[in-house]
Nanobody, 123 residues
Framework: QVQLVESGGGLVQAGGSLRLSCAAS????????MGWYRQAPGKQRELVAA?????????NYADSVKGRFTISGDNSKNTVYLHMNSLKPEDTAVYYC???????????????WGQGTQVTVSS
């Protein structure tokens, strides 16, 4: 089994900062990619930021967060972070951690999701 446990959400005023953390645990052989998605009420889940560890690696950000959010990882801890600065009310959403993981007990790599953490930005 694989678990993704998120932390760091909360309530912050516009212009403030938060850091989200997501730690993966379980029978992990390798992690191909990790990232963050968010879903606001009445809207579809959307990619916020993600990086891949395959094919030379790459990092992607949603246009709406470029220059304000930074994704980083700690491979030794199977952990991904999302540093969020200059937060805006429109950043309010449930943030979900996602990881594409290869486990020891079945072939192939599969996506896993965290339970979500609420981020609320007040104006």
């Amino acid at each position: 089994q694989v678990q993704l446990v998120e932390s760091g959400g909360g309530l912050v005023q516009a212009g403030g900062s938060l850091r989200l953390s997501c730690a993966a645990s379980g029978s992990i052989s390798s992690i191909n990619a990790m990232g963050w998605y968010r879903q606001a009420p009445g809207k579809q889940r959307e990619l916020v930021a993600a990086f891949t560890n395959t094919s030379g690696g790459s990092t992607n950000y949603a246009d709406s967060v470029k220059g304000r959010f930074t994704i980083s990882g700690d491979n030794s801890k199977n952990t991904v972070y999302l540093h969020m600065n200059s937060l805006k009310p429109e950043d309010t959403a449930v943030y979900y951690c996602n990881a594409v993981i290869r486990t020891a007990w079945r072939p192939g790599a599969y996506p896993y999701w965290g339970q979500g953490t609420q981020v609320t930005v007040s104006s």
